[in-house]
């Protein structure tokens, strides 16, 4: 069955910290994974996507891996604010398919 | 910057009620879809839409719900008899070229409340 799992399922951290969030999944045949900014009550919001010839990838403060093999993928993000306390949700599509596999998200809060 | 724009933002309704949630994607994409959050739980897969049909659909997107492309901007969702367990946030997303390439675009969301 294709699933993603995060961890942990939340966090606290102190703003101008680091914090890395973990992703596996499950999904087959594995097209890219994503991750996700979601504000309560809002929509998703595209961090990045990864294909299965890239290991890393950054937009600003966020930096995604991915071990295509092992099945696992992280979310570093570097030098917190504020406005980061967020859920992070790591999202996987399979090759063929029209849908996205949504994880159940960490949800994060930084405080000051 | 170009957006997907979801109305109403808000909806209450009575169980056994017709809703529909409009949703208008980013003009030049070609996919449309749509997803559900219950309160709590994860985003979950709907309905996908291209060239005019639906491509693929979820377990959850049984004969009370229905999708519709009526003219070149629109794209609906229409819950026939709403039931308490449709209560939930539904986004509609868009993208240029699917979801094997694409970037995903998701609006704002419509949440519905079933009483």
């Known amino acids: 069955k294709n699933q993603v799992e995060q961890s942990p399922q939340s966090l606290i951290i102190l703003e101008g910290k680091n914090c890395t969030l973990q992703?596996?999944?499950?999904?087959?045949?594995?097209?890219?994974l994503r991750w996700y900014k979601q504000d309560t009550g809002r929509g998703p919001v595209s961090l990045t996507i990864?294909?299965?010839?890239?290991n890393t990838k950054s937009n600003g403060r966020y930096t995604a891996t991915l071990d295509a093999d092992t099945k696992q993928s992280s979310l570093h993000i570097t030098a917190s604010q504020l406005s980061d306390s967020a859920s992070y949700i790591c999202v996987v599509s399979a090759t063929g398919f029209q849908k996205l596999v949504f994880g159940t998200g960490t949800r994060l809060l930084v405080s000051p | 910057e170009p957006e997907v724009t979801q109305t109403p933002s808000h909806q209450v309704t009575q169980m056994g009620q017709e809703v529909i949630l409009r949703c208008v994607p980013i003009?030049?994409?070609?996919?449309f879809y749509w997803y559900r959050q219950i309160l709590g739980q994860k985003v979950e897969f709907l309905v996908s839409?291209?060239?005019?049909?639906?491509?693929?659909k979820s377990e959850i997107f049984d004969d009370q719900f229905s999708v519709e492309r009526p003219d070149g901007s629109n794209f609906t969702l229409k819950i026939r008899s709403t039931k308490l367990e449709d209560s939930a946030m539904y986004f509609c997303?868009?993208?240029?070229?699917?979801?094997?390439?694409?970037?995903?675009?998701f609006g704002e969301g419509s949440r519905l409340t079933v009483l």
């Open positions: 997303a868009s993208s240029t070229s699917g979801l094997n390439t694409g970037e995903l675009f």
């Open positions: 839409f291209y060239n005019n049909e639906i491509s693929e």
């Open positions: 992703c596996n999944y499950t999904v087959s045949p594995f097209s890219n």
């Open positions: 990864m294909t299965f010839s890239e």
């Open positions: 003009s030049n994409h070609l996919y």
